[in-house]
């Protein structure tokens, strides 16, 4: 039996926070998991060098009072650790800390700033991850181009060292092999909790490039699928949409009548969360409710999603071409060069652009 805590959270207010986090904490019964000199990981979602006001990154007020909890409960060693997009490079990380503002955090945690990582099946997954005792996953609520929805098994994703993210796309470029990749790699990690943070989430275009949509809640649980399941239905997503969940549901890592909801309410989206461009087209929204969805799945074989570059907005930093795994982007006169053949439609370089130069559109398929 798994158990699914619901807490009301109108604003990042610190006291309500940590009021948020404690009651988290009780109905799932953490202190289970506390021993004398444990070491613990928080593993926020830290995709790019985002300002928080984006709702593309974790909040740190979310880090914060999760941390403080800990602390209180007699854990010292508590470390926050993610490997964004882009480079594994101490100077990243000091960079997306900062934007992030979670340099603040120095006084309740340890950032990490090494670059390690080691083989666990066949993944290599960051040293922090493989020396933590009790693993805290504290995602984003987050529509994504590729994945559809972004929330508890995604952010495993920044378990994966650096330019070994676009590696694994161009490994397993179709949907389903990339869902099943996810899911994998989620079994390898096995976080005990998983916290996220749906006070302000982001629709349409994510996961960087989408905005901001307040929903109020913080969630947790120990079982990351079920929460996801739960959270794509707050968005009015159809979690069969979602092809990891279907993937987990097949493997039986969740059940949805064996679980417990706790705590307050929940609040549901409404209108539901816009899709991103990458999974739908605007002319089926035009349509009657009930030929949406056969429109959508035609337009979805028939024409390919591809990224599209606003030279106007490029500054030609190159994080597009150093993410793009089968590398067929290059910078020629300070500006960004894509072509079509051999794009796996993975969207790294949308996810990556600081300038948010990067959208997406269809092209009919050969």
Same mark, same amino acid.
């Given at each position: 039996?798994?158990?699914?805590?619901?807490?009301?959270?109108?604003?990042?207010?610190?006291?309500?926070?940590?009021?948020?986090?404690?009651?988290?904490?009780?109905?799932?019964?953490?202190?289970?998991?506390?021993?004398?000199?444990?070491?613990?990981?928080?593993?926020?979602?830290?995709?790019?060098?985002?300002?928080?006001?984006?709702?593309?990154?974790?909040?740190?007020?979310?880090?914060?009072?999760?941390?403080?909890?800990?602390?209180?409960?007699?854990?010292?060693?508590?470390?926050?650790?993610?490997?964004?997009?882009?480079?594994?490079?101490?100077?990243?990380?000091?960079?997306?800390?900062?934007?992030?503002?979670?340099?603040?955090?120095?006084?309740?945690?340890?950032?990490?700033?090494?670059?390690?990582?080691?083989?666990?099946?066949?993944?290599?997954?960051?040293?922090?991850?493989?020396?933590?005792?009790?693993?805290?996953?504290?995602?984003?609520?987050?529509?994504?181009?590729?994945?559809?929805?972004?929330?508890?098994?995604?952010?495993?994703?920044?378990?994966?060292?650096? $330019?070994?993210?676009?590696?694994?796309?161009?490994?397993?470029?179709?949907?389903? &092999?990339? !869902? =099943?990749? #996810?899911? %994998? /790699?989620?079994?390898?990690?096995?976080?005990?909790?998983?916290?996220?943070?749906?006070?302000?989430?982001?629709?349409?275009?994510?996961?960087?490039?989408?905005?901001?949509?307040?929903?109020?809640?913080?969630?947790?649980?120990?079982?990351?699928?079920?929460?996801?399941?739960?959270?794509?239905? $707050?968005?009015?997503?159809?979690?069969?949409?979602?092809?990891?969940?279907?993937? &987990?549901? !097949? =493997?039986? #890592?969740? %059940? /949805?009548?064996?679980?417990?909801?706790?705590?307050?309410?929940?609040?549901?989206?409404?209108?539901?969360?816009?899709?991103?461009?990458?999974?739908?087209?605007?002319?089926?929204?035009?349509?009657?409710?009930?030929?949406?969805?056969?429109?959508?799945?035609?337009?979805?074989?028939?024409?390919?999603?591809?990224?599209?570059?606003?030279?106007?907005?490029?500054?030609?930093?190159?994080?597009? !071409?150093?993410?793009?795994?089968?590398?067929?982007?290059?910078?020629?006169?300070?500006?960004?060069?894509?072509?079509?053949?051999?794009?796996?439609?993975?969207?790294?370089?949308?996810?990556?652009?600081?300038?948010?130069?990067?959208?997406?559109?269809?092209?009919?398929?050969?």
């Amino acid at each position: 039996m798994s158990v699914q805590s619901v807490v009301r959270c109108d604003s990042y207010d610190p006291d309500l926070m940590r009021e948020a986090v404690r009651r988290h904490f009780a109905a799932l019964n953490i202190g289970r998991y506390i021993k004398p000199g444990i070491n613990v990981l928080i593993k926020p979602n830290l995709v790019a060098a985002r300002k928080p006001q984006t709702a593309a990154t974790t909040r740190l007020e979310v880090v914060r009072a999760i941390a403080e909890c800990l602390r209180s409960m007699g854990v010292e060693h508590i470390v926050l650790a993610d490997s964004p997009g882009g480079l594994y490079t101490a100077q990243a990380l000091d960079t997306v800390y900062a934007v992030t503002g979670m340099r603040a955090l120095q006084d309740v945690l340890e950032l990490n700033r090494g670059t390690g990582y080691r083989q666990r099946g066949h993944f290599n997954i960051i040293d922090p991850v493989c020396e933590a005792d009790l693993i805290v996953n504290v995602a984003k609520l987050k529509t994504h181009s590729m994945t559809r929805l972004s929330a508890g098994v995604k952010n495993l994703f920044g378990c994966v060292p650096g $330019l070994q993210k676009p590696e694994l796309h161009y490994t397993y470029p179709e949907a389903g &092999a990339f !869902a =099943q990749m #996810l899911v %994998d /790699l989620s079994q390898i990690v096995k976080p005990q909790i998983t916290v996220l943070d749906a006070v302000e989430c982001m629709e349409g275009d994510g996961p960087t490039g989408g905005t901001m949509r307040r929903l109020g809640l913080l969630l947790a649980s120990d079982n990351m699928y079920a929460q996801d399941d739960f959270a794509a239905r $707050l968005i009015g997503m159809d979690p069969g949409d979602v092809i990891m969940l279907r993937k &987990a549901r !097949a =493997q039986r #890592l969740y %059940d /949805l009548e064996d679980v417990t909801y706790v705590g307050d309410e929940p609040v549901y989206a409404d209108p539901p969360f816009r899709l991103p461009h990458a999974v739908t087209v605007d002319v089926a929204g035009f349509l009657p409710g009930w030929l949406q969805k056969p429109a959508r799945f035609a337009m979805d074989r028939l024409l390919k999603p591809l990224p599209r570059l606003d030279r106007d907005k490029c500054v030609g930093c190159g994080k597009c !071409a150093e993410s793009c795994p089968p590398g067929i982007i290059t910078i020629r006169e300070h500006k960004a060069i894509f072509v079509a053949k051999g794009c796996i439609s993975c969207f790294c370089c949308q996810e990556m652009c600081p300038a948010h130069a990067i959208s997406v559109r269809r092209r009919l398929r050969r």
